[in-house]
């Protein structure tokens, strides 16, 4: 494990009776990097989290947190290592100062110039309870609850549920000066794909329990490639260029295709098998796109 790896899983296997939630998943994440953890409802990902955090054990396999097993974790590592979920329960009798007030004494190192720049930058009321908070103003008074700590490791749970499109801008971007800025590692689950690209840099995607892709985010976009034919179609292409397009699923046809293996100067060779006044386009997948493609449900 390398010395800026905060969290690794080897086989991490955890099984239910007969059902087996979480397959031999193997991750690394470092400083830094914001890895998005994608997958359907029952793909894997709380049990994931719950695994992480040590409210489960797993079957077989091993989870590092900070280079410690998440099993063995105590209270002083756990000041390192944040999480936030979007149903997430707050007192909601306290006020928002008195809840943060209340946070800050768990933790042996608390920011209270950052708690209070994530307060007025939030629009958050100090003397306001929690109660009256809307659900957007609620997820941002529980990231002010956990950021000041300067934790190691963040996990989220859906941050982006609920919340308008002002603050999921807003959000998005304090988490990747987070992370570019002071190396904090970032682990979310949403199903708001479209949340992803502003602020990932890994993606995987998780099936039935199983990691289907862990790969850097502008990898997979950049790898990916919408096909549009116009005067032509996919069989008067040459055999060598055939074979590297399948259909666009829910595209109306003719002419869409995609590939997932954009090779150099793949455009000029389309363009060059054109019959006169036929044309060959390319053009970039967003992360929807693409996990429609590959029939990768994320909701």
């Not at 708690?115 to 003397?127: A, D, I, K, T």
């Not at 399948?246 to 595209?251: A, F, G, L, S, V």
Request: hydrophobic share 40%.
């Amino acid at each position: 494990m390398s010395a800026d790896c905060v969290l690794q899983t080897k086989a991490l296997t955890k099984r239910f009776r007969q059902v087996t939630a979480l397959d031999r998943l193997n991750l690394e994440l470092h400083a830094g990097e914001v890895l998005a953890l994608l997958g359907s409802n029952g793909s894997g990902k709380s049990t994931t989290f719950r695994l992480l955090l040590n409210i489960y054990q797993p079957t077989d396999g091993e989870a590092f947190l900070l280079g410690q097993p998440s099993r063995k974790l105590n209270g002083r590592d756990f000041d390192k290592v944040s999480y936030v979920s979007e149903g997430q329960k707050l007192p909601l009798w306290m006020t928002v100062r008195g809840f943060l007030d209340f946070c800050a004494g768990f933790y042996q190192e608390w920011d209270a110039g950052m708690c209070q720049r994530l307060v007025e930058s939030f629009g958050l009321h100090e003397g306001q309870k929690l109660k009256f908070l809307s659900r957007g103003q609620r997820m941002k008074a529980a990231l002010a609850s956990v950021l000041p700590s300067r934790p190691k490791i963040l996990l989220l749970d859906e941050p982006f549920s609920g919340l308008d499109v002002e603050t999921r801008a807003q959000v998005s971007h304090l988490l990747r000066t987070l992370a570019q800025e002071h190396s904090l590692a970032i682990v979310l689950t949403t199903h708001d794909v479209e949340e992803v690209e502003p602020v990932a840099t890994r993606v995987a995607i998780l099936s039935r329990g199983e990691l289907k892709l862990d790969e850097p985010l502008a990898n997979y976009l950049g790898r990916h490639r919408l096909l549009q034919l116009e005067g032509a179609s996919l069989e008067s292409l040459p055999e060598e260029l055939r074979a590297l397009f399948r259909p666009m699923p829910n595209t109306p046809p003719p002419g869409w295709y995609f590939t997932d293996r954009n090779e150099p100067a793949l455009q000029e060779r389309l363009q060059a098998s054109m019959s006169e006044g036929a044309r060959a386009s390319l053009l970039p997948m967003n992360l929807r796109q693409i996990l429609t493609a590959h029939s990768l449900p994320v909701v």
